[in-house]
């Protein structure tokens, strides 16, 4: 169990609730709650930490005392644009010669294209190919640069590819090790801790600040995880932009009607960044990072209107591309039966297909894959995942088959010839089929729960403390209990999207929006609601929206519920709880005592899985969910309920970790390898989902191999290698163990019907 202490409070500035919504997210030390709510409490890694950094700055540091020209070669996306503008800024303040390239989209494909890399070397004869959020797979154009004499370094943070290209030197935090404070770096972050250790071997560490507002932009971007150093360097980008926007940005923000002073994480998301996408999407990229470099206001202007208005039609092309894609789908049913969704046409605009593959994959809860075709007869696709699949390894497994490929987990891009699509089709669908999704359902965590009449704009700034939100750090949702439906209408003409006013018991009243709501079933009596703060600001407005995330009936909505048909002995309070449980035991000797993270030996009670049906229940440790909850209900179907919730001994990411590990050595030695992930889950105080997760982290690491032939799990001894996409899998489990805390947070403070009545929103 999370504790909360008055000192945790204290370093939340006294605010209990932000301190109880850090202590559930992970945060539960005053250092770490600090650090994570004011930047100037955060050591930053040192730069020098990064492989290969140091030597970088070597190289170029000697290239700009000899006046050699540096070859910057960026990507088109806006962590390629922003990484880009930042390095030829920098570079040249240090009087370097300078000259980059962004590749075209639609015509060179992600990477390094090797005739427009001839093309650039004839005309500029530079002495180093610098690279920026790319290269990390380019082993020809790599080779071919090193043939004609020029230095290469490669700074990029996609996936390590199984064959590094032989650059002069690499920079990429995938070298890290998982939890690293830069391991979550992207392309314009890797750019930044460039120039940072190279700005202090020239003395000019004070003229860092003026790139961080690139570097937020390019973070927020890329989805990156805003963990260690990314949420550091986001915290204070943002910061500089509100206050020292440079014209480009203000000229943005102006077309986007945005106030800059009040920017925020999720206006950059929705409103900056796929304006500048656009650029990069169906003109070319260069105008972004154009629009990025001006010095001049009314150029900034002139440039910001062109790519508002790439971003109307991209929007258009999108929403053509997406209405093609579903209709292939009704057309041909087939299509929708395999592990993911593989859909092209000749047709459709490459330029967008990645974001509708993404509205597809997030609609379907599948991957989707998209392509088109070249005027070379290639197709080029772009492939959007779902929690739980990896497309970037299904492509590893399909490489061969492939012209060119890359990207990460969550979103790739490949090219390939169109002969080699079938069997492109069937080795992707195989290896897409062998990964193994959490087969639980997909939780939405409450960090608290708070009435209608505490939602106010000053409850929304305490909340913006915890910002800024995104991947890594989702936007706080609450839950409201016992609301009542009083209007709904339509936003928009297309009747997508609802503004609904809610009523609670006490008459406070709220308006809400829920956005892609309009096919949905609007509440039809007494409901509980998810809902989160929209913290993005407007041109005239500084209030903040409610949206509605999910809704669930309400308990006073149905007839007698379960919780209320049971007695329920509240004992969660107790100092001593297995003094408590001895005397529940005493009290009530046919119990079914739940108790989870035990050795075998020392377990007061059974694990869920372990069960039976008995009149009285006692709930000895916190569970890790609310499946599990509900799934121990099941299991028991007690007339009784006792509610202790002793904190379990396993807590901790990295104490569960080395627990796993010690059970895997078992298994292999006692069990044959065979054991279950109900068996693990038991034993590590965890949901299958958190387990299976786990498991793949200590594959990753290469201490074991696993497999899952029916319901069982099998584990062997690893190879030792070091799987490449370890961060990511990484990350992925402490997001699930995260979940976890949070219900637990939620277990001690809820009341007990509304634990034993929880459902997932």
């Known amino acids: 169990m999370v504790d909360v202490s008055a000192r945790l409070v204290e370093a939340a500035g006294g605010d209990a609730l932000i301190a109880q919504i850090l202590a559930g997210r992970g945060f539960t030390s005053p250092d770490a709650a ?26 170029l540091e000697e290239v700009i005392r000899v006046s050699q020209t540096i070859l910057i070669w960026g990507d088109f996306d806006v962590d390629g644009q922003t990484a880009t503008a930042l390095l030829v800024t920098a570079l040249q303040n240090l009087g370097a010669h300078v000259t980059y390239f962004i590749p075209d989209r639609n015509r060179d494909g992600h990477g390094i294209a090797l ?32 043939r004609a004499g020029i230095t290469t370094v490669i700074t990029d943070h996609h996936a390590l590819p199984d064959h590094l290209p032989e650059a002069d030197v690499i920079v990429n935090p995938a070298l890290l090790p998982a939890g690293h404070p830069l391991a979550t770096l992207p392309g314009v972050g890797v750019a930044y801790k460039l120039i940072e250790h190279l700005y202090a071997q020239f003395n000019r560490s004070t003229a860092l600040a003026q790139f961080l507002d690139l570097v937020a932009l390019g973070i927020v971007a890329d989805v990156a995880v805003q963990t260690g150093d990314t949420r550091y360097l986001l915290q204070m980008g943002l910061r500089h932009l509100q206050n020292a926007p440079r014209p480009g940005l203000r000229a943005l923000a102006d077309v986007a009607g945005l106030e800059i002073e009040s920017l925020s994480a999720m206006d950059i998301a ?15 990229a260069s105008i972004g990072v154009d629009l990025l470099l001006t010095a001049d206001l009314a150029r900034a202007r002139i440039l910001a209107a062109q790519v508002d208005g790439l971003n109307r039609q991209r929007r258009a092309l999108q929403a053509d591309v997406y ?3 579903r209709q292939q789908l009704t057309i041909n049913p087939a299509l929708a039966q395999g592990p993911a969704l ?96 959490s087969a639980e359902r997909p939780t939405l965590t409450i960090d608290a729960v708070v009435s209608l009449a505490e939602l106010t704009p000053q409850f929304a700034d305490r909340v913006q403390r915890l910002g800024p939100f995104g991947e890594g750090n989702p936007p706080v949702t609450f839950l409201s209990t016992d609301l009542s439906l009083k209007s709904a209408a339509f936003l928009d003409r297309a009747q997508q999207h609802r503004r609904l006013t809610i009523e609670d018991p006490s008459g406070a009243r709220q308006s809400l929006i829920w956005w892609r709501g309009g096919e949905q079933t609007l509440p039809d009596s007494a409901f509980d609601a998810a809902l989160q703060i929209d913290l993005r600001t407007r041109a005239g407005t500084n209030a903040p929206q409610l949206v509605l995330i999910d809704y669930r009936r ?33 009290r009530y000797p046919e119990s079914a005592v739940w108790a989870e993270g035990y050795r075998t030996a020392d377990s007061p009670g059974r694990a869920c899985h372990q069960l039976d049906r008995a009149p009285t229940l006692i709930v000895y440790t916190v569970p890790p969910g609310s499946l599990r909850m509900q799934d121990a209900l099941a299991r028991v179907q007690p007339e009784r309920v006792i509610l202790i919730g002793a ?16 059970l895997c050595k078992y298994v292999i030695s006692r069990q044959a390898g065979r054991t279950t992930l109900d068996d693990l889950a038991g034993a590590l105080a965890q949901t299958p989902a958190a387990v299976r997760s786990l498991l793949l982290v200590v594959e990753a690491q290469g201490d074991i191999e696993v497999s899952t032939p029916e319901d069982a799990v099998m584990i062997a001894p690893g190879a030792g290698a070091t799987a490449k996409d370890l961060n990511g899998r990484t990350a992925q489990a402490q997001a699930i163990f995260s979940e976890t805390a949070a219900y637990r947070t939620f277990f001690r403070q809820a009341s007990p019907s509304a634990i034993l009545e929880w459902e997932q929103v």
């Open 34 to 59: 600090r650090a994570f709510l004011d930047p100037a409490s955060y050591r930053p890694a040192p730069p020098a930490d990064l492989p290969g950094l140091v030597q970088a700055c070597a190289l």
């Open 115 to 146: 005739d427009r890399l001839r093309e650039r070397i004839e005309m500029h004869d530079p002495a180093v190919l610098l690279t920026c959020d790319t290269g990390i797979s380019e082993r020809g154009a790599v080779a071919a640069a090193r």
């Open 270 to 284: 929705f409103d900056l960044a796929p304006r500048l996408n656009a650029a990069g999407r169906l003109a070319d």
């Open 323 to 325: 209405a093609n894609a």
């Open 342 to 437: 593989l859909l092209g046409a000749a047709s459709w605009h490459p330029g967008v297909i990645g974001s509708a593959a993404g509205q597809l994959a997030e609609a379907a809860q599948r991957p989707a894959f998209f392509y088109t075709v070249g005027d070379d007869g290639l197709l080029r696709g772009s492939a959007r995942s779902v929690p739980g699949i990896d497309v970037h390894a299904a492509l590893i497994a399909a490489q061969d088959l492939l012209v060119r490929f890359g990207g990460h987990s969550g979103a790739a891009g490949f090219t390939l010839r169109a002969e080699d699509l079938p069997a492109f089709q069937a080795r992707l669908f195989e290896a897409l089929a062998i990964q193994t999704p």
């Open 554 to 586: 309400a308990a006073t909505a149905a007839a007698p519920s379960v919780a209320q048909q049971r007695d329920i002995i509240d004992c969660r309070n107790t100092p001593d709880p297995a003094r408590t449980l001895e005397e529940m035991r005493q």
């Open 647 to 662: 904190p379990p001994l396993i807590s901790t990411f990295t104490d569960a970790q080395r627990r796993l590990l010690e």
